[in-house]
Structures are given as structure tokens and as C-alpha cells.
Nanobody, 114 residues
Framework: QVQLVESGGGLVQPGGSLRLSCVTS????????MAWYRQAPGKQREFVAG???????GYADSVKGRFTISRDNTKKTMFLQMNSLEPEDTAVYYC????????WGQGTQVTVSS
């Protein structure tokens, strides 16, 4: 069983920045695909950014150039740096370990509003 705990969400004005963190309890963290997803009210959960454990990253088109995924394998922690936030980025952000059939965190709310 892998536990994931997200933090760093909050209320921010448009154009602002937030940094999300996801601390995991699993072993061999560095070997696993890790990703961020988000779910806005009334919408399906969607992929935001991912890191396959070999240094390759991928992003949804809507966040490219604004969000950056990174990880600290020594601390079993993944990050999502979010810059130039827009109201459309408002959602609950979830940390994912090992793909969509793997493990999920409880989510952290990000609200972008003036």
C-alpha cells in the first residue's frame, strides 16, 4: 500500500503562482511513473503533468509553458510548480503513483480567483 499526501493548494489571484507537493510512502519511488491530475467541478478528472521516472516529462497542452513537474527521489516527493495561473486552473489536484490503476492522494484544492 502506498500513501500519497498532497499539500500546497490554496486561493491565488490570476497570474499568481503555487507549488504543490506530494509526499509518498512507497519504496522504489524513483522507478515509478508519477503524475498530477486535476478535477474541476462538473468535469472529469484530467491529466496535468507526468514524470516517468527516467527523466521524461509530459504536460497537458493547457499547462505547457506554465507548469513544471519535478521530483526529489531522496525525499520521495513530487512537485508541481504552477505559474501564470488562470481561473480555468481551478480544480482539485491529485497526485498519482504508478498510473491510473495505481495509487491516488486525497487531493488539494487550487482556486484561482480575483
Amino acid at each position: 500500500q502506498v500513501q500519497l499526501v498532497e499539500s500546497g493548494g490554496g486561493l491565488v489571484q490570476p497570474g499568481g503562482s503555487l507549488r504543490l507537493s506530494c509526499v509518498t510512502s512507497g519504496a522504489w519511488f524513483s522507478l515509478y511513473n508519477m503524475a498530477w491530475y486535476r478535477q474541476a467541478p462538473g468535469k472529469q478528472r484530467e491529466f496535468v503533468a507526468g514524470d516517468d521516472g527516467s527523466g521524461r516529462t509530459g504536460y497537458a497542452d493547457s499547462v505547457k509553458g506554465r507548469f513544471t513537474i519535478s521530483r526529489d527521489n531522496t525525499k520521495k516527493t513530487m512537485f508541481l510548480q504552477m505559474n501564470s495561473l488562470e481561473p480555468e486552473d481551478t480544480a482539485v489536484y491529485y497526485c498519482n503513483h504508478g498510473g491510473t490503476t495505481g495509487y491516488w492522494g486525497q487531493g488539494t484544492q487550487v482556486t484561482v480567483s480575483s
